[in-house]
């Protein structure tokens, strides 16, 4: 039997995203050194927590910028605004993010991973972590480019990719392709070899040549629904393949805009354990609504949606624990939202701990707290 000390803190009647029935959890010295399952109806000595869920913090994996920044543009002057901006993440309840290149120039795009190289360096506490970036593009279908300028598209291949990445592949995460064009076979299996995570996206894949896609190692999709095939009832396309596969994130923007409430609901329904929620998060992240610029172009930021001059839809300025809120309050399962964003997002970066192992020995004040039901659910630091 492990003794505590007369310090430790307990809370009782926790819930745990993924992990049924009620908890009580030990805290000493701001630390969280027990976690224990509590028998349905047994009293417990401590803070009652009524139900409320405790998770890790956010991870977002497709975030573009925030404060005015836009990380493809990132320069080495830059650096003390960037650190801004992942403080800001922290108070918004981000642990961590991938920060998200969208298609440029080459020198742009090294540069900015130049810039990302020194910002992980500067890691402390209060700030939010640096994950290897996401490259969302250069290797996507013209048809679907959305708000990708298209001069800048590349076609697939080892050269174009190592004239981007050569001298930072341990610095990338992720990255976004169509993986029906000619030569992403190849490059898919060169970041596989790598341990890279490839999302199909910006893609006119069918289900078939999604599902080719699949057993070459791609594992996730980018922003469901969006610049890529729906679900048609006679043309399935990539998200059946996906959801019937079982094995396949679904990234999914929940600001009820780029996917309607309704099918965000029903694709977590479809497949609960493979929805991972992401801000997609522009430049104007934290800054007020109104015209932005985004490289040459205006942007136009309303209510939390960012659309080009032309009315393309181009992203969000909403933080990632809004889309858990919007999502629990269309679905009705605050549980299933949270891990969205907190547990399922781990799992796909390699993460094989369970929850509870994951909150184990980590600060109380670095986890959240989510109180309310799922129609007006809550978040705050749980320390």
């Known amino acids: 039997m492990v003794l505590f000390s007369h310090r430790m803190r307990w809370l009782s009647h926790v819930r745990l995203p993924l992990e049924p029935g009620s908890w009580r959890i030990g805290c000493e010295n701001g630390q969280i050194v027990a976690i224990e399952p509590l028998p349905e109806g047994a009293a417990a000595a401590g803070e009652n927590w009524q139900g409320d869920w405790l998770s890790p913090a956010g991870v977002d994996l497709q975030i573009n910028g925030g404060l005015g920044l836009a990380f493809p543009e990132l320069q080495p002057a830059d650096l003390p605004r960037l650190l801004e901006l992942l403080e800001l993440l922290w108070r918004d309840g981000v642990e961590a993010i991938s920060p998200t290149l969208v298609t440029c120039g080459i020198a742009p795009l090294r540069q900015a991973l130049s810039v990302l190289r020194q910002a992980r360096q500067q890691h402390r506490p209060g700030r939010c972590r640096l994950l290897g970036a996401h490259l969302e593009g250069p290797f996507l279908a013209a048809a679907k480019r959305g708000a990708h300028p298209a001069e800048h598209l590349a076609e697939p291949s080892l050269e174009a990719l190592e004239a981007r990445i050569g001298g930072f592949e341990d610095e990338i995460a992720l990255v976004t392709l169509a993986p029906e064009l000619p030569g992403a076979e190849s490059v898919i299996a060169a970041l596989r070899r790598r341990g890279v995570l490839v999302s199909l996206g910006h893609s006119a894949a069918n289900e078939a040549q999604a599902g080719a896609a699949f057993e070459q190692g791609v594992g996730m999709l980018t922003h469901s629904f969006n610049a890529m095939a729906g679900l048609q009832h006679r043309s399935p396309g990539p998200i059946a393949a996906a959801v019937?596969?079982?094995?396949?994130?679904?990234?999914?923007?929940?600001?009820?805009?780029?996917?309607?409430?309704?099918?965000?609901?029903?694709?977590?329904?479809?497949?609960?354990?493979?929805?991972?929620?992401?801000?997609?998060?522009?430049?104007?992240?934290?800054?007020?609504?109104?015209?932005?610029?985004?490289?040459?172009?205006?942007?136009?930021?309303e209510n939390g949606s960012c659309r080009l001059e032309d009315g393309t839809l181009a992203g969000v300025t909403l933080p990632l624990l809004e889309a858990v809120r919007r999502l629990a309050s269309w679905s009705g399962d605050g549980e299933r939202a949270i891990a969205a964003a907190t547990v399922l997002p781990r799992r796909l970066l390699g993460e094989e701990r369970s929850c509870i192992q994951q909150l184990l020995d980590r600060p109380l004040r670095d986890a959240l707290r989510w109180s309310g039901p799922a129609s007006s659910l809550r978040w705050s630091r749980a320390g």
């Open 244 to 301: 019937l596969r079982g094995d396949v994130a679904l990234g999914l923007i929940a600001d009820g805009v780029h996917v309607a409430p309704s099918m965000a609901v029903l694709l977590q329904r479809l497949a609960p354990d493979q929805v991972v929620l992401v801000s997609d998060a522009l430049a104007p992240y934290g800054l007020a609504d109104g015209t932005h610029r985004w490289d040459e172009r205006a942007l136009i930021v």
